[in-house]
C-alpha cells in the first residue's frame, strides 16, 4: 500500500511539473516525452487533485484557468475509464446521463445547424442567412441552462468534499463561452460586420464547447460519480428542472432502487420471534413487552430520539431500516434513507470501508468498529456494533453516532446540580 502512494505522490509531483513548465512558456511537444513515460494508468480524478493542489499552493484561479484548454489537449485519448458501479451514466433520468444526452444534442446541433449556416453565410453574406443563424444561435445558448444546473447542483457538493479546484476552474471557462456566444451574437446583428470575423469567432466558440465536453465527461463526471453518493445525485435530479434542460429533456423519472421494508419482512423465510398471547395483546394495544420491562411505542420512539446520539440500524441483509431523528444530527438522513443499500448511502469512494466493517460484524470477526473525526467544533465519535440475537444470530449492524467533544472537555468532578 505504501508503495502505491509514493507512486501516486511521485506522479501527482510530475503532473504538476508538467503543467508549471507549460505555464512557463513550453510548448506542448516540449513535455510529450515526459508525460508520455508517465501517463499509464492517469486516472481523471488525479489530474482534478493536481488541479486543486496547484491552486491550494497559491497558484491563482486565472492561471490554472489559462492552462485548462492546453493540458487539456494533453491528456486528451490518455485518460482511463473510471469504473463506475452499475454504470449511472446509463441509467436514463440519471443527471450524469441526462448531462450527457445534452452534450450529444449540443454537438448534433452545432454539426447540422450552426456549421452549415456559418459556411453559407461565408459563401453569400445575406440578412435572411443572418437570421436564420442567429435563431440556431439562441438554441445554442441553451448550453446557459447545462452549465447552470452543473455549477449550482453539483459544484457545491464537490465543494463540501473538499473539491474546489476544478469547480472554479470550469466555472470560470464556462463564463468564457457564454460571454463569447452573447459577442458572437452581436456580431451576427451587426449588419456591418465582417464574415470572417463572424466565422474565426464561431470556430473559436464551437471549439470551446466542444472542449468543454471533453473535460466533463472525462474529467468532472467520473470525479463526481466517484465523490457524491446516491442520495445527493437524487437530489441534483429533483431540482434539476427548476433550472431547465439544454435542447434534450429526460424522458423519465430517474428512481434509485428502494426495497419495501414492510414487504421484505412479510416475505421473509425466517420464522418471527416467538410471541405470547400476552404480548400479542400488548402490541395490539399499542405496548411491546420486552424481557426487562414493557413499553409503548410512543415511549420507545420518543425515549430513542431523546439520545444525544445518531442511531442507525441496517439489517443483516444491508438494508437501512431505521434511524433516530434526534434534535441535533451531526450527519444528515432523510426518510428516503429507509429501504436503500447501506453501501448506496456512502460516497463511493468509501463504499469498500463501508463494506469491510459490515463483512467484519457479520463474520463474528469484531463485535464493533470505532472511528473519530474532527468536524469543525464538534469532535465526531462513530461507533459500529454488531446487533445479535440471543443464539448468537446476526441480525444486523447498529451506527451509534456521537459529539463527545463536551464530553472530552470535562474536568475534576460535578455532584450537585445546577440551580
Known sequence: MSEQINNRQYRQKVLKEIIMELHDGKSVDDV??????????????????????????????????????????????????????????????????????????????????????????????????????????????EVDKHYSRKENLIFPYLEKYGVTGPPQVMWGVDDEIRADLKNLVSLIKNSESDTKEISKTADAVIVSIEEMIFKEENILFPMALDTLHEDEWLKIAQESFEIGYCIYEPKKEWKPKRVNIEEKEKSSSEK????????????????????????????????????????????KDGIVKYFSQGKERIFPRTKAVIGRSVTNCHPPASVHVVENIVQDLMSGKKDHEDFWIQKGDVFVLIRYFAVRDKEGNYVGTLEFTQNVAPIRALEGEKRLVEE
Request: proline fraction near 5%; charge should be negative; glycine fraction near 4%.
Open 32 to 141: 510529450k516525452e515526459r508525460f508520455s513515460n508517465l501517463i499509464e494508468g492517469i486516472s481523471a480524478t488525479e489530474i482534478s487533485m493536481m488541479e486543486n493542489q496547484l491552486i491550494m499552493e497559491g497558484l491563482p484561479v486565472e492561471e490554472v484557468q489559462r492552462l485548462c484548454d492546453v493540458h487539456a489537449a494533453v491528456f486528451k485519448g490518455s485518460i482511463e475509464e473510471i469504473h463506475m458501479p452499475d454504470n449511472p451514466a446509463d441509467i436514463p433520468g440519471h443527471p450524469i446521463h441526462t448531462f450527457k444526452m445534452e452534450n450529444r444534442a449540443l454537438e448534433r446541433h452545432i454539426s447540422k445547424q450552426i456549421k452549415p449556416l456559418l459556411s453559407e453565410l461565408i459563401e453569400d453574406d445575406n440578412k435572411e442567412t443572418r437570421e436564420k443563424l442567429l435563431k440556431q444561435l439562441n438554441t445554442l445558448y
Open 272 to 315: 418471527p420471534l416467538a410471541v405470547t398471547t400476552k404480548e400479542e395483546s400488548s402490541i395490539a394495544y399499542g405496548y411491546i413487552n420486552f424481557e426487562t420491562g414493557i413499553l409503548s411505542f410512543k415511549e420507545i420512539e420518543a425515549m430513542l430520539n431523546a439520545m444525544p446520539v445518531d442511531i442507525t440500524f441496517v439489517d
